[in-house]
């Protein structure tokens, strides 16, 4: 006989709560610690309750200092507990960057794997929200150039929670991005109780034959829009939610391509030396023959994520997607 799962409906950053204090519950070295995480529950609220249920030894506030405490938390990791870090925004990641590329990646190889750092480092990314510079930054393409490091970014509340339970239990750091224009934008069915989304696979989150999509986080409903107004036109697209940027889902990658023949990447991420890049190399090793016309792209500009004026135009449109799509159709 089987028994119905219990959910709640759950926004993305609801989710991302819901999955940390899961794994605050059932494992006593998972501790949370960054700015305001504490007493204001964090810049988003995604901490909300946790330091009032688990005391202020596993959910602690830290000085304002991005190197120091994710440098603790390396430190913690090696030494045996699960620290999770909130960074406030990825665009101030950067004074911790030299802790994440010099010693949280390698500490695993520097010590021929008797030393792993199961840490997970979760930061707001992306721009659309009207946040001032430097807080919309969408830097995920600086964390995957580096072996080491996973790249984990949900799309959904769902997959927010599975994924980020996945990434406390991982062995080795996470990168855990979340998109803030995501976060309270919709709902979702979430189950109770503990469940994982496996890392590195990605999702078809809708079918088709003519053109593939590939997208992550905030881009992945903007996909979806520019999908439903092609079907009205009779193309079907192939939508693809990667969930992981590294390792990338290649199977899926390749599985749809083979299918399609058609390619348009989607991010809103800076277009040179992004993670489309790489999606295009993974295309053209494993699915050359099967186009049936160049990889188009739609992302952001070469520019820095402009102040609130100019935000709308910065980041990629549902109108800029289909104008790819029917360039790649009518090729």
Partial sequence: MSTAVKTNTLTLVQAVTDGMRTMLREHDDVLVLGEDVGVNGGVFRATDGLQ?????TRVMDTPLSEAGFTGAAIGMAVNGLRPVVEIQFLGFVYPAYEQIMTH???IRARTMGHYSVPMVIRAPYGAGVRAPEIHSDSIEALFTHMPGIKVVCPSSPYDAKGLLVASIEDPDPVIFLEPMKSYRSS???VPEDKYTVEIGKGKRVMEGDDVSIFAWGAMVPVAEKAAKEMAEQGVTCDVIDLRTLYPLDKDLIAES???TGRTVIL?????TGGVGCEIQSI?????????KAPVEYV??????VPFFAYEDHYLPTSNRVVQAI???VNF
């Avoid at 991010?267 to 277009?271: F, G, I, V, Y």
């Fill in 52 to 56: 009032s249920e688990f005391g202020e």
């Fill in 104 to 106: 949280a990646s390698r």
């Fill in 187 to 189: 709902r979702e069915e």
């Fill in 257 to 259: 391509v083979q299918k």
């Fill in 267 to 271: 991010h809103e991420a800076h277009r």
């Fill in 283 to 291: 295309i053209n090793d494993t699915s050359f023959l099967y186009q």
């Fill in 299 to 304: 992302t952001g500009f070469d520019t820095p």
């Fill in 326 to 328: 029917q360039k790649v």
